[in-house]
């Protein structure tokens, strides 16, 4: 798997965990067209973003590390 597979799997999961989200929300009730409902998909969208990008910035660290000495392990 390339760095870019591993990207657009993470975007993918990001993807559906808003999306699970969003739905949450509007099962319990939240105004598809409210501002407080903008908000939430925001704030958590952001949140999911900082995951991925972590995620990611782990990944790039393991391949750099595994290129400079390949018996690296990922912990």
Known sequence: ????EANAELCRHRDLALTAYAH???AEGADIHG???RADLAKYAGELEVWRSKAMEGLRQFVDAMMERPSATLH
Not at 1 to 4: A, G, K, S
């Open 1 to 4: 798997m390339t760095l870019d």
């Open 24 to 26: 949450r929300l509007l």
């Open 35 to 37: 501002e407080e409902f």
